[in-house]
């Protein structure tokens, strides 16, 4: 299953998996059942990939809001597929180019997959590859065209590719057309509170009484701003300093950690 | 009639009809009445075509939901009418480039028809040829002129023309001006659930006594789907593996069926 | 009169009156009075061009519904004028130039038109010339004041010449301020029943007891889709083919016919 | 008056002034009261930049419907102050140009003009000169910010200016700001029946007993139309032709004069 | 006081001021307390940069109707100053440029002004500085950047900058943001009827009789109008010519002052 | 604590702290309990990031009215971190760039900072730098794109970075996605009559009599328009000029206070 999977993973820091690594930096924990059923799925488009003789090119898109673990999850079904063909594309390598050159940079990645038996593209943050921004909105129609057509481009006979999208933006990819282009969507979501608690306990940083305050405290959270505000509670909760607190040696303070919840999530939410 | 014309079709995948073959790798089975009446009209356009003397160009517009067939028919078409000169201008082969080498692209391949006794010409995804996005609206004005204009120019003396278009963006073209540049439309519909149920019949994927159950909950799906919810749904679903169905030593899960159609079809359509 | 003018034309496909022939390649029969009465005032137009000493530049536009034989109108006032420089100016001949080069091309014309003492410049399709789509609206600017700049620039002394346009979108012109550039305005206008059934008659497709019908179920057509129902109709409606019925050795199946109407008319009028 | 100092004007078609009188081609006939307090007031202005100390810079608008007279009356203006540089600047010899060239064109012009102790700057048509069309609108901004502070820029010592503009869009140069960069602005009407009918006196096409019903049927029509309903009714009206008329061997048919009226002011005015 | 100051200024038309004094050619009379307070609260502005240790940069903004006398006033407090660096950026200077050209010498001026202990920089129609136009609207947005950076830059360490920035669309400013940019804001207004009194006193163009009638009439003028108006009436208002109404031998005709009242006033204001 | 903090700064000017410096050259005052808060959260997450080993980049945005003292507050942030690298980036130095080179210079800096075992980049004026304007509104995608994915890029292993933004357009911001892209978000306030009475207090210009008064004026205005006001009101308030009052030798008139505020404040807050 996902975490039994997930367990397997040696801690791979090499060339071919590392940019893959980079989008997992926290190991991957029990997000809960409904993180689970959407990597199960996705693994089972990794077999159909895997076998299909009829229809080499799959597409499968994972949209969700911000931090909730999209990323992570698309690098995770990457690393776990084998395949000998895995690649990221990600605005992150992409800074300041123009979009000629992104497209240029996109397309050659799907050339080299279409070389490679079995190959797995993981288009990370379409809304950053594309520029997106809701004022106007911007965005690139160059790299949406490009994006579109690669989408719907069968690659050449005896290859197949499985082309796994992320998004938080999923009502503007809709809009673009670009949703349509996926043969399936799995919706990645937030934290409900028992999944967060089961979180917390993993992580050992409360006093075992004030574990069910804290975890009330968080429902319907990502991964990523729980993560956040356990690292800012921590600073300044014990006289050894975080350290103590990860060391095991200390506990967080629950008031502090309540003081801080309200910086992170009562202005933002 | 249709099917058996299609019967017909050596397993062409020589040169010219290559790009052509490249649109139906699935071959073509019967999709039902309305698909059969269109392919029909269109063969009496071609034949028009090949004994005209008065009006040496012909268009006609396939449009139609995405996946509903429109591309594997007019590539049907085209192989059909053994005209010497039949070419698909897709932009799949013009990925990245400016529009102005769009432009001259297009161009390029009416001029080498102009040069054909009888040529066919397929504009294959019109939308994405002029790259349309509906925010906005952006597309290219450029190539949208040139496409109005080549719909409009009148072949050289002796040599007659079928331009066959394609279009999931019926509405958009409509308020470009481009349908009415078209001398006929066709529209290529989803498949009815009589429809679907004879494909799946013809695909041999389900036990007996669960064909009824599947054919039901199929209606109104593009042929594309259909597809793509077989190849999902035999992954996992017997110990043989997907591979099993297909060689017909098993059959799909009924129940794994609609869990899969709920993934594909709930959330999208 | 029109029809008479028009059968004095010598079918010159000579040098000159090439492009202009170009728009009237089914030849011209009788589409009534309308059509009639406009190329008479048209005509008076050319003789007062080629006597006036005071106003050495008229201007008139042909609006209409796409296909209602504009261009081909224009073309024959060129050619009955008997002018010693008559010049079509069409998107045709210009696909893919940018904007200035359509321009010194259009102004080239103009130049050319100056040093003859009487000349006929045709600016066919505005709405093409100056690239206009619905959406947005857009249009080329620089053609556009180009083209402002020269319906109002006086030739050089002794020089006359008159401007015909074609447009189908004239609305838009209107709001462009081009149409208040012309000195007068003729609305070319689709084909009504009466005038319909003379086309026919004249063509001699229909067996006599189908006429009428044929006719009642083509009122307000213009007179290319009349064309085009016909050719597509003779398709498939007799044994000995459409050249049969062509050669008045058969006639078109009426229920073929309304069949094709259907077709051709009911999804897109 | 307006109409003596016309008569006064030599048939000078020398270089200097050219370009003006290409503006006034039919000469200049007396078009009533309202124009004539326009050009008293306009000549006026004229003397007091020839006798002005203090405010080198004077600047008049003419505005009015297309084809009242503006440009011709700018041009006796600018004729008749016998200023050692009078200049007009217009879209007609600018065709095609850039904008950063236009602009260099009408910065030289103003330089050329700060040279000489007394000038005149016609900006005929400023809406073509700034490129407008209502679509959008669009304009070039760049030529708009260069008459803005052209309009306001004092010349060098002991030079004095006079600028004219001449505009059919008052609106749009009001929402411009260009309107109220002028010190002044005149309206030029079309012709009331009344002057009208002076002005078909002068001509003397009519038989006498025609020219009251026709200068009743042209009530608030601008000159430019009068003179070209004359000379289309003059065409066909008399077996001798138009020049007959022309003669005065021959009147226009009453008739024929309300039938083109028809085709020249119902359908646009 | 105002006057005074102003009264002191020696005609000085050197190098270094000549700029500065083609803002006021008319010379400076009394417009009245309103724009007196203004030019003394100016003044402190100035004195404040002079002793100031703390707060090296000082930013003012004059903003009021065209022709209300805001340029006039900043160059008047400019030369009055005697800083050693006393510059205006204005458009007039720069026609045509490009924006990053008009961006790069902006700056310099400022560079320049960084290296003097003592500056003034007056920004002159900021409006037309970053070409402003209603419609659209359009406008620089690298110069407004421009600006928006240099009104918040701190000079370098013992170099002490006012900068005075007129307008007439202070609107316009206020939603770019470059008004809040300025600490101070001064509204310099229209002349109301005893302010314009006290200026048709000092210019002594009118017989005793006609002055209160004449002052009546042009409440709520700007400076420059009333300038405007002065000039045109004395245009023909005398046989001896406007010369003799400004060497005092004869006087405005009222009539015709409050004719030409209607002309200037009237349509626009 | 806040205050205690800034006292311990040495007067550095040196070359690493010294455009640092330059965003508090007034030094630094209490402005009360709000604005200390903010510091010593601030302060928790530098000791965050020094001790981190799990989320190797932390971001944090201080937004709030212009002038309440954010650049000066991240400015200090930066100088009592102690940090090896502490760089601001900044629109003044950037005046005129493209956004190719400002993109290039701001990932420049990024990019040293990942060299660094530990560091703090402030994005000061975020508006400013992604040339944003209430207009349209217009901004620089470029720049907004790579910010967007700079907020996101985790560091090099054992590389840890603190991001602080200021921004007094935190609305804008909010809609272009850049606000969620922090981790926190503080406001900065006006300040409060309380927290401004004190600043008087401390800056010790009125006389006792008149404090009362003055505080009583001037509640909710940022901390740069006291400053501002206090500059203006000392000037002209005392025989020795405003010297005299900075050396205690004199106060400011209460009644010249009163009525420079309103310049300041009644017509733009
Ligand atoms: N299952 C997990 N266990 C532990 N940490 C996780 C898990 N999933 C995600 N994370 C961590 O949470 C953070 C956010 O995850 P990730 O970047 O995958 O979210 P995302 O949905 O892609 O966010 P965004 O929309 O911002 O791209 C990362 O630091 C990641 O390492
Ligand atoms: N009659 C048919 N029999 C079998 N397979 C078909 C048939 N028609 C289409 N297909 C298959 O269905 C898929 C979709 O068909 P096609 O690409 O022609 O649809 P489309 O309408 O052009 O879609 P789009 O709007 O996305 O371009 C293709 O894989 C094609 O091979
Ligand atoms: N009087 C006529 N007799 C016979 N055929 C005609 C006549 N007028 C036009 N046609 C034919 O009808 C077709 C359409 O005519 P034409 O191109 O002139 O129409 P149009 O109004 O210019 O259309 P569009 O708006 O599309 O430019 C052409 O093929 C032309 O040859
Ligand atoms: N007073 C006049 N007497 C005779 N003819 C005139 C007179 N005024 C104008 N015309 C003629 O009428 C026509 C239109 O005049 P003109 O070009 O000056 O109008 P306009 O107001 O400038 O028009 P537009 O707005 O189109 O530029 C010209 O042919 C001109 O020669
Ligand atoms: N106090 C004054 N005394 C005499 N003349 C003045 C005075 N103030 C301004 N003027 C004159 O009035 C005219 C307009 O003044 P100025 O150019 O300063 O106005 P402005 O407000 O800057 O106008 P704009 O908004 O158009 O730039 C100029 O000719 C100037 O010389
Ligand atoms: N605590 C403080 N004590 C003294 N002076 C201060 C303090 N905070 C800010 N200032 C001064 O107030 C002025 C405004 O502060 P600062 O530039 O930090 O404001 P800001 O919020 O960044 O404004 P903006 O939004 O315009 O960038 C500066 O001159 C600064 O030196
Ligand atoms: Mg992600
Ligand atoms: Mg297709
Ligand atoms: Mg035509
Ligand atoms: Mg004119
Ligand atoms: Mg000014
Ligand atoms: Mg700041």
């Not at 992409?94 to 490679?116: N, P």
């Not at 797995?120 to 057509?149: K, M």
């Not at 409900?192 to 574990?211: M, P, Y």
């Not at 600073?235 to 990860?246: D, K, L």
Request: charged share 25%.
């Amino acid at each position: 299953d996902f975490l039994n999977a997930l367990h397997e993973i040696p801690p791979a820091f090499g060339a071919s998996t590392d940019d893959l690594e980079r989008c997992r930096l926290n190991g991957i924990v029990d997000c809960g059942d409904r993180h689970k059923r959407i990597y199960e799925r996705a693994m089972l488009l990794v077999e159909q990939v895997r076998v299909s003789k009829g229809s080499p090119l799959v597409t499968c898109l994972l949209e969700g809001p911000s931090g909730s673990g999209k990323s992570a999850m698309a690098a995770t079904i990457g690393i776990n597929s084998d395949f000998p063909y895995v690649k990221i594309i990600s605005a992150e390598t992409m800074i300041g180019l123009s979009e000629g050159s992104k497209c240029a940079q996109i397309v050659k990645v799907f050339e080299d997959a279409y070389r490679s038996q079995l190959s797995i593209i993981i288009l990370d943050d379409i809304e950053r590859l594309i520029e997106y921004v809701a004022i106007g909105p911007r965005f690139s129609n160059l790299i949406s065209q490009t994006l579109l057509v690669l989408l719907k481009r069968v690659p050449p006979k005896g290859k197949n590719l499985l082309v796994i999208g992320t998004t938080s933006e999923v009502g503007f990819l809709e809009s673009l057309g670009i949703c349509d282009a996926f043969a399936v969507t799995y919706h990645v979501p937030k934290l409900r509170q028992a999944d967060a608690r089961k979180v917390l306990e993993h992580l050992n940083v409360f006093a075992d009484h004030d574990i069910d305050a804290a975890a009330e405290a968080i429902d319907d959270l990502p991964i990523k701003k729980i993560y956040m505000l356990i690292e800012m509670a921590a600073q300044g909760s014990h006289a050894g300093g975080a350290e103590a607190i990860y060391a095991g040696e200390g506990k967080i303070n629950i008031n502090r950690f309540f003081d801080i919840l309200g910086d992170v999530v009562s202005l933002r939410v």
